[in-house]
């Protein structure tokens, strides 16, 4: 099927793409990578007036490194760019990885992580590894610019917090501390997952573990008991004594999940896959 007909525009600055959108209001919308949009507008599951391509503005593909040891990334740059891009790969090795590992390289080539983030797809690996990080998303619109957290972003199945008028400008990773280690674990039998799992571990950091766990519900989520238990473990702890330590209270936190049955898996096995999971991301941090 066809999109219905839309006027096309294609703006090079963002003060321009923001313009736009304050002139056509609801009857526009932004279309960054279009692995996303393009499917629904063809299955016509949304329908617009106006389609605002942002491609062409520039300054919203800089991958930078802040004066306060901020990684900001351009909610413009595709999973294949931050995959193989050096800031990225020296001071998130483990976002590099998952970013090298979305989908399908058709998908890593056009889709941006400003526009997956912005569908609220509960089945995505960024929204989860991006909590675990603490990162903020920065949104502008014509009225002036906001941050919010990321963990605060999503807040339903394809559910923002974004504004209509707003455009998400770049997602801020804060500096991560000396010894820090990242890793994301997803599994399914799509090119989606069915599960995923974030951690980093933080030998000095005010919180020695975050995990959090994403796909299996709405919003991704941190196993926040697990996460309590982690905190009477040293910081120089063997991934052996963490995961002894760990398993099963990240098993019986599993069973707390407000898990469904769908076409990614049932509820238990969706379950199962949470300790799987984190032990595979612990380990990684760990090794």
């Not at 970013?99 to 526009?115: K, M």
């Not at 990242?182 to 995990?211: C, D, I, K, M, N």
Request: glycine share 6%.
């Amino acid at each position: 099927m066809r999109p219905a007909r839309f006027a096309l525009h294609r703006p090079t600055s963002l003060r321009e793409a923001l313009a736009l959108k304050a002139e056509f209001g609801d009857a526009a919308t932004f279309h960054a990578g279009g692995t996303e949009l393009l499917v629904a507008l063809k299955a016509r599951v949304l329908q617009y007036d106006h389609v605002i391509d942002i491609k062409q503005v520039q300054e919203l593909r800089d991958i930078r490194l802040l004066d306060d040891g901020t990684l900001s990334i351009g909610s413009l740059s595709t999973h294949h760019v931050i995959a193989n891009d050096p800031l990225v790969r020296q001071l998130i090795p483990g976002y590099a990885h998952l970013s090298e590992h979305v989908a399908n390289i058709r998908v890593r080539v056009a889709g941006t992580l400003g526009g997956v983030l912005c569908f609220a797809e509960p089945h995505a690996d960024a929204p989860t590894m991006l909590c675990a990080l603490d990162a903020r998303i920065a949104l502008a619109s014509t009225t002036g610019r906001r941050d919010i957290s990321a963990r605060e972003f999503h807040v339903g199945e394809f559910a923002t917090a974004r504004e209509d008028d707003e455009l998400l400008v770049s997602i801020d990773v804060p500096r991560q501390l000396p010894g820090d280690k990242s890793a994301y674990r997803p599994f399914g039998h799509t090119e989606r997952p069915a599960v995923g799992v974030a951690a980093v571990w933080s030998p000095q950091g005010l919180q020695r573990l975050r995990l959090w766990v994403g796909a299996i519900v709405a919003v991704p989520a941190p196993l926040l008991e697990a996460q309590e238990a982690a905190e009477r473990l040293p910081p120089d702890a063997s991934f052996e004594d963490v995961w002894q330590a760990l398993e099963s209270v990240i098993t019986a936190e599993a069973e707390k999940i407000d898990a469904h049955d769908d076409l990614h898996g049932g509820a238990e096995y969706k379950r199962h896959l949470v300790t799987v999971l984190a032990q595979r991301a612990l380990k990684e941090c760990l090794k």
